[in-house]
């Protein structure tokens, strides 16, 4: 069948799948599905078909088997008759299930029946044939079958209803399919005649007594009464599903007649259920669930309906359901090209809106880590702070107790120089006195005893000054290695005096008592001889700790 792509078809189900799938992560929308309760009878049934189309590949392995098992039967046989029978049963199941392999059967069948020497089995043998042929649409094959058999045969054996059911399936579809209006009409004729000759002919016990009666009363206008009489054989506790499957699918179309579309939908779903329990590939209440779903807008639902329909008539080979298939086909796939359009433009909105939140979150991102990196600098600037801080405290606590201790024995030399200086003036004359006072002795003293505690009071703050301060500078202009421990030179009390942040060369010099020009060369020298360049020299010294 070339009358659409089904390869285009699939395509646009798993593209039109992945648009809804990303919509649904995108938007998260509510789930707002209701309690089975409340539910429509046609909701019901659309989610009981749904649960077995779930179960198809078990239900199809469970019909393998008991095909495998007729099979062995029939390998095994030695009888003809028995042969016959065992292939008349597996002819009833591949004309559901699988119809290449029911061809093979069907002509298996018609050898035995000559076999056999039975016109019964011949007459049955050709009336299969027929309907093999018929369901692939091969209406004059199927015709030529029917009138090989003997009706006299067919009606002593009391198959007449067989006989004229196919007649009428066959003029059925001639009827169909023909666009000569004066064979459509021939037909119909033809196609009504067999199908009274059916009802008058069919057991009234039997399913195809309801079945052909109901739609002789819905082509009468008596969808009510038909669904009633349906429903009298239904009342029976023994009803098996292939009897519910053909029935429900009858009473569907007689709420369709009416206008009762839920009714109608509920019951074709109901019909397409039970047909694949079976199971059956007769699909064309999956067609008619198809279409009314189409009606209630639900197009996915439709969609794969109408895919699986068309699964199942091309393996089954069933003309008259593809053609079905192809008068609603159009509708659905235009109405799933619409909705795709419709989604991507919703997911493309949707799509620019998530990357303007992504871009504004990562602009928030950058900020943040700008303001981040800000304030891990104020820490550290804060910590390196409290660090000096507290080095200054320290500082101060060594110095000021330090200090103190100076400024006290400061104080009593002082007092003993007075001392010496009163009694010099009691004992002696005026030119001891004035000789006394020219002495640089007591200054020097002092001097040298201020600067001894000026050492012991930092190097007790920077124990590894001195070694901290030489690795600053080249090796071969280092200073102070050779010096007594716990003792600096006036070279090294310069640079002691900038690191306890004393950095005017004129209070160094009148600390050293030195020339301000004599402090400023051996700053100089030493920037000058330092291993990271001269900008660097005192900011590295200060960074000694």
Same mark, same amino acid.
């Given at each position: 069948?070339?009358?659409?792509n089904?390869a285009?078809?699939k395509?646009?189900?798993?593209?039109?799948?992945?648009?809804?799938?990303?919509?649904?992560a995108?938007?998260?929308?509510?789930n707002?599905?209701?309690?089975?309760?409340?539910?429509?009878g046609?909701?019901?049934?659309i989610?009981?078909?749904?649960k077995t189309?779930a179960?198809?590949?078990e239900i199809?392995?469970?019909?393998?088997?008991r095909?495998i098992?007729?099979?062995?039967?029939?390998s095994?046989?030695s009888?003809?008759e028995?042969?016959?029978l065992?292939?008349?049963?597996?002819?009833?199941?591949?004309?559901?299930?699988?119809?290449?392999s029911?061809?093979?059967?069907?002509?298996?069948?018609?050898?035995?029946?000559?076999?056999?020497?039975?016109q019964?089995?011949?007459?049955d043998?050709?009336?299969?044939?027929?309907?093999?042929?018929?369901?692939?649409?091969?209406?004059?094959?199927?015709?030529?079958?029917?009138?090989?058999?003997?009706?006299?045969?067919?009606?002593a054996?009391?198959?007449s209803a067989?006989?004229?059911?196919?007649?009428h399936?066959?003029?059925?579809g001639l009827?169909?399919?023909t666009?000569?209006?004066?064979?459509?009409?021939?037909?119909h004729?033809?196609?009504?005649k067999?199908?009274?000759?059916?009802?008058?002919s069919?057991r009234?016990?039997?399913?195809d007594?309801?079945?052909?009666n109901?739609?002789?009363?819905?082509e009468?206008?008596?969808?009510?009464?038909?669904?009633?009489?349906?429903?009298?054989?239904l009342?029976?506790?023994d009803?098996? *599903?292939?009897?519910? !499957?053909? &029935?429900?699918?009858? $009473?569907?179309k007689t #709420?369709?007649?009416?206008?009762?579309i839920?009714k /109608?939908?509920?019951?074709?779903?109901?019909?397409?259920?039970?047909?694949?329990?079976?199971?059956?590939?007769?699909?064309?209440a999956?067609?008619?669930?198809a279409?009314?779903m189409?009606?209630k807008?639900?197009?996915?639902k439709a969609?794969?309906?109408?895919?699986?329909?068309?699964?199942?008539?091309?393996e089954s080979d069933?003309n008259?359901?593809?053609?079905e298939?192809?008068a609603i086909l159009?509708?659905i796939?235009?109405?799933?090209?619409s909705?795709?359009?419709?989604?991507?433009?919703?997911?493309q909105?949707?799509?620019?809106?998530?990357?303007l *939140?992504?871009?504004? !979150?990562? &602009?928030?991102?950058l $900020?943040?880590?700008? #303001?981040?990196?800000k304030i891990?600098?104020?820490? /550290?600037?804060?910590?390196?702070?409290v660090?000096?801080l507290?080095?200054?405290n320290?500082?101060?606590d060594?110095?000021l107790?330090?200090?103190?201790?100076?400024?006290?024995?400061?104080?009593?030399?002082?007092e003993?120089?007075?001392?010496?200086?009163?009694?010099t003036?009691?004992?002696?004359?005026?030119?001891?006195i004035?000789?006394?006072?020219?002495?640089?002795?007591?200054?020097d003293?002092?001097?040298?005893?201020?600067?001894?505690?000026?050492?012991?009071?930092?190097?007790s703050?920077?124990?590894?000054?001195?070694?901290?301060?030489?690795s600053?500078?080249r090796e071969?202009?280092r200073?102070?290695q050779?010096?007594?421990?716990?003792?600096?030179?006036?070279?090294?009390?310069?640079f /002691?005096?900038?690191?306890?942040g004393?950095?005017e060369?004129?209070?160094?010099?009148?600390?050293l008592?030195?020339?301000?020009?004599?402090v400023?060369?051996?700053?100089?020298?030493?920037?000058?001889?330092?291993?990271?360049?001269?900008?660097?020299f005192?900011k590295r010294?200060?960074?000694?700790?």
């Amino acid at each position: 069948m070339n009358f659409f792509n089904f390869a285009n078809i699939k395509a646009l189900e798993m593209k039109t799948h992945f648009t809804l799938l990303l919509l649904g992560a995108l938007c998260f929308l509510p789930n707002c599905s209701h309690v089975a309760d409340n539910q429509a009878g046609w909701q019901r049934e659309i989610a009981e078909l749904d649960k077995t189309i779930a179960r198809s590949d078990e239900i199809a392995f469970q019909e393998e088997s008991r095909l495998i098992e007729l099979r062995d039967k029939l390998s095994s046989a030695s009888d003809s008759e028995e042969k016959f029978l065992l292939c008349d049963a597996l002819l009833d199941e591949y004309l559901k299930y699988n119809l290449d392999s029911a061809f093979a059967y069907a002509h298996l069948k018609d050898t035995l029946a000559a076999l056999c020497g039975n016109q019964a089995y011949i007459n049955d043998a050709k009336l299969s044939l027929a309907r093999r042929y018929l369901i692939s649409g091969l209406y004059r094959e199927a015709l030529q079958e029917v009138q090989m058999a003997d009706t006299l045969a067919a009606f002593a054996s009391g198959s007449s209803a067989d006989y004229y059911q196919t007649l009428h399936s066959i003029y059925h579809g001639l009827a169909l399919t023909t666009k000569d209006k004066v064979l459509k009409d021939s037909y119909h004729a033809m196609e009504h005649k067999y199908q009274v000759l059916t009802r008058d002919s069919v057991r009234n016990d039997t399913k195809d007594y309801y079945t052909v009666n109901a739609g002789i009363m819905i082509e009468n206008g008596m969808p009510e009464e038909a669904r009633t009489m349906i429903e009298s054989y239904l009342a029976a506790d023994d009803v098996s *599903v292939d009897d519910l !499957a053909s &029935l429900h699918y009858w $009473i569907a179309k007689t #709420y369709e007649a009416q206008g009762l579309i839920d009714k /109608a939908l509920e019951y074709f779903a109901s019909s397409a259920r039970y047909h694949m329990l079976i199971p059956v590939k007769s699909p064309r209440a999956l067609v008619n669930t198809a279409r009314l779903m189409m009606g209630k807008r639900q197009v996915a639902k439709a969609y794969s309906y109408i895919t699986l329909a068309y699964e199942e008539a091309t393996e089954s080979d069933e003309n008259l359901c593809l053609s079905e298939i192809a008068a609603i086909l159009p509708e659905i796939t235009n109405e799933y090209n619409s909705i795709e359009k419709k989604n991507l433009s919703v997911l493309q909105g949707s799509v620019i809106i998530l990357l303007l *939140v992504v871009a504004v !979150a990562v &602009l928030i991102l950058l $900020i943040l880590r700008k #303001y981040h990196r800000k304030i891990r600098t104020m820490n /550290a600037s804060l910590e390196d702070s409290v660090y000096r801080l507290k080095e200054a405290n320290a500082i101060k606590d060594i110095c000021l107790g330090r200090y103190l201790s100076q400024f006290s024995s400061q104080i009593s030399s002082l007092e003993r120089y007075r001392s010496s200086l009163r009694v010099t003036a009691k004992s002696r004359d005026i030119n001891d006195i004035l000789q006394a006072l020219k002495s640089d002795d007591f200054i020097d003293n002092e001097r040298a005893l201020l600067y001894e505690e000026f050492d012991k009071t930092f190097l007790s703050a920077f124990p590894d000054f001195v070694n901290q301060l030489n690795s600053l500078l080249r090796e071969d202009e280092r200073i102070g290695q050779h010096l007594k421990e716990g003792r600096l030179n006036n070279e090294l009390r310069i640079f /002691a005096l900038i690191r306890l942040g004393v950095s005017e060369s004129s209070k160094i010099a009148s600390f050293l008592k030195k020339s301000p020009s004599t402090v400023y060369n051996y700053r100089v020298k030493l920037r000058n001889a330092a291993v990271c360049g001269n900008d660097e020299f005192e900011k590295r010294l200060m960074e000694i700790n």
